[in-house]
Structure formats: structure tokens, C-alpha cells
Nanobody, 125 residues
Framework: QVQLVESGGGLVQAGGSLRLSCAAS????????MGWFRRAPGKERDLVAV????????YYADSVKGRFTISRDNAKNTAYLQMNSLTPEDSAVYLC??????????????????WGQGTQVTVSS
């Protein structure tokens, strides 16, 4: 049973930073592409950033490019999302997801097999 547990969310002022973590268990983490997505109230679940199995390739939504950085530590079975220069528009539940057995990332939510419960990020103005 694959489990993904996010942490690191919270309340931060605009312009601040947060680092989210996604701890994986129950699978060979290094075999999976990973992604961060977010869901704001009344909106669909949207892509934030994705990373391939080795960490050599990443992709970002235009809205976060240059501010957010996705990374992974396969030795620790953990993926990260460093978020800088946060704005109120970044407020959402952030979820990590695993694309089981996949080398490459995908920007599509439907390509991910396992999802965490999410961590709330709230940015005040």
C-alpha cells in the first residue's frame, strides 16, 4: 500500500516562503515520477510542479515558475516543494502524487496513481 504524507503547510504572509515535504512509503520511491498539485476552494485540482524519477527533469506551471522549486531525495523517499515569494493566489490545499513506475513526469492529474491527503497553505495579504 503506497502512502504519501505531506507536511510543511501553514499560514504565511505575502512574500514569505514555505517548504513542503512529501514522505512516501510502501513503494520503491526512486521508481516513481512525482508531482505537486493544488486545489483552491471552488477550483479544479491544478498542476504546480512535477519531477521525473531521477530528478533530472522538472516542469512548472507558468504561475509558479521562478518562485517554486520541486526536488526529491530518493535516499529519503521524500519529495519537496520550496515556495518563495508567496502571494494570496497561492493559497490552496497542496497535494503530492506519485506516478507509479514511471520514468517521466506528466502534467496531467489523471496520470498519477497515488495521492496524499494534502496540506493547507494560506497566504495572507
Amino acid at each position: 500500500q503506497v502512502q504519501l504524507v505531506e507536511s510543511g503547510g501553514g499560514l504565511v504572509q505575502a512574500g514569505g516562503s514555505l517548504r513542503l515535504s512529501c514522505a512516501a512509503s510502501g513503494s520503491t520511491f526512486s521508481n516513481d515520477a512525482m508531482g505537486w498539485f493544488r486545489r483552491a476552494p471552488g477550483k479544479e485540482r491544478d498542476l504546480v510542479a512535477v519531477i521525473n524519477r531521477s530528478g533530472s527533469s522538472t516542469y512548472y506551471a507558468d504561475s509558479v515558475k521562478g518562485r517554486f522549486t520541486i526536488s526529491r531525495d530518493n535516499a529519503k523517499n521524500t519529495a519537496y516543494l520550496q515556495m518563495n515569494s508567496l502571494t494570496p493566489e497561492d493559497s490552496a490545499v497542496y497535494l503530492c502524487a506519485a506516478r507509479r513506475g514511471a520514468w517521466a513526469w506528466s502534467p496531467s492529474t489523471t496520470e498519477y496513481d497515488y495521492w496524499g491527503q494534502g496540506t493547507q497553505v494560506t497566504v495572507s495579504s
